[in-house]
């Protein structure tokens, strides 16, 4: 049995949240989980396996953040507009997944990538200096990424501008006529995004900008 996962941070988790019941939650699954032996004889069950969740049945089924609006959001603009190719760059999993029901995908990041999907490609690329001809790109996204850019917070460099240059190589690549999406945050937190507010993004004025908040990362 590994002491800190099957008893030491189930126990402390369960008492945080839900006091002196959160103890009697982990008893309870204790004696749940002896049940479950008894009754599963063919199944391999031993104490080093018993990694409890006393406390997840007083949670809710998930969480609709501020992150999933923005992406529900933005895959429905992106459906409505039916593009044969769309590229993203450095938005989350969750949203990639949604636009690549919608049209193919290429995604673009600083970092490596290991995703082998039909309809999916990676190309790794900076924000502050895209892969891409000017005016090249017919449906372009990139959501609550822009504000991060210049901190260093995923390998980039410290650039104090680095916000900018992002908004301006979104406006570059963008093809006359297409669409930009981009989300922002309206609230800061030192070190981790900035804020940022717009009603165009390099010049450009009529890409598609939507502003989310609160910001919680």
């Not at 049995?1 to 982990?26: C, E, H």
């Not at 991060?148 to 093809?175: I, Q």
Request: hydrophobic residues 45%; glycine residues 8%; proline residues 5%.
């Amino acid at each position: 049995m590994n002491l800190k996962q099957s008893i030491i941070k189930p126990v402390l988790q369960a008492l945080w949240t839900r006091k002196v019941a959160g103890l009697f939650d982990y008893l309870r699954v204790v004696r749940e989980f002896a049940v479950y032996r008894r009754r599963a004889r063919a199944e391999d069950v031993s104490l080093r396996n018993f990694f409890p969740f006393p406390i997840d049945r007083y949670q809710s089924a998930g969480e609709a953040g501020m992150y999933f609006y923005q992406d529900v959001l933005c895959a429905n603009l992106i459906k409505q507009s039916a593009p044969i190719r769309h590229v993203d760059v450095g938005s989350s999993m969750m949203f990639v997944a949604m636009a690549l029901q919608l049209a193919d995908l290429l995604y673009v990041d600083l970092r490596p990538l290991a995703i082998n999907i039909p309809g999916f490609s990676f190309q790794r690329g900076n924000l502050t200096s895209l892969p891409f001809e000017s005016g090249s790109i017919e449906s372009l996204s990139s959501l609550s990424v822009v504000e991060h850019v210049g901190l260093g917070r995923y390998g980039d460099a410290l650039d104090p501008m680095g916000t900018d240059k992002a908004c301006s190589e979104l406006a570059r690549v963008l093809k006359p006529g297409g669409n930009l999406y981009v989300a922002v945050p309206t609230a800061a937190k030192a070190s981790t995004h900035k804020v940022w507010f717009a009603t165009g993004i390099g010049g450009v004025t009529s890409c598609r900008i939507y502003a989310v908040a609160p910001a919680t990362e």
